[in-house]
């Protein structure tokens, strides 16, 4: 999706040499390769994609991360309790990023926690898309720090 193409966007810019996506084999499959594919020839950045259902491999393409980042809708609620990792998949220094934002504190963040990995809630990007759609709509910059203060950022 959007998010999903948006993380991967920065990360080229930031320097990504390869790409790692876990998607469901369904019949949007296709289609991630065919985006996929495309990001590759704009980027410049090696992409690869697999099945969420392998874990194994999850794991390993995990262990040698430096950022993880979901970009489902796996852990909103009313569904706070599932997660597409489990906490033995994560490791200390791996920043994961979850664009979910109800709840603050996903259960990924939770075990991102718990093993000394760097926890990015998605009310960040919630605050900051609503920042840009607030300067469309007003032509003004909308005061940030007063709406960080009101979500309990």
Request: charged letters at 25%; one cysteine or more; aromatic letters at 8%.
């Amino acid at each position: 999706g959007g998010a999903a193409a948006a993380i991967m966007a920065q990360c080229a810019i930031d320097g990504a040499k390869e790409i790692v996506v876990f998607n469901k084999k369904d019949s949007f499959y296709t289609k991630a390769q065919e985006r996929l594919k495309l990001i590759e020839e704009k980027t410049g950045v090696e992409m690869h994609l697999y099945d969420i259902d392998d874990k194994a491999l999850l794991k390993q393409e995990i262990d040698g991360a430096d950022v993880l980042a979901n970009a489902t809708s796996v852990g909103m609620v009313p569904h706070q309790d599932s997660c597409l990792v489990e906490e033995s998949d994560l490791h200390e220094g791996l920043y994961v990023f979850d664009c979910v934002y109800n709840p603050k504190d996903t259960l990924l963040l939770q075990r991102a926690k718990k093993v000394g990995a760097i926890p990015v809630s998605g009310v960040y990007m919630l605050l900051y898309q609503g920042a840009e759609s607030f300067k469309l709509w007003t032509g003004k910059e909308m005061p940030i720090e007063v709406a960080r203060k009101a979500i309990g950022l």
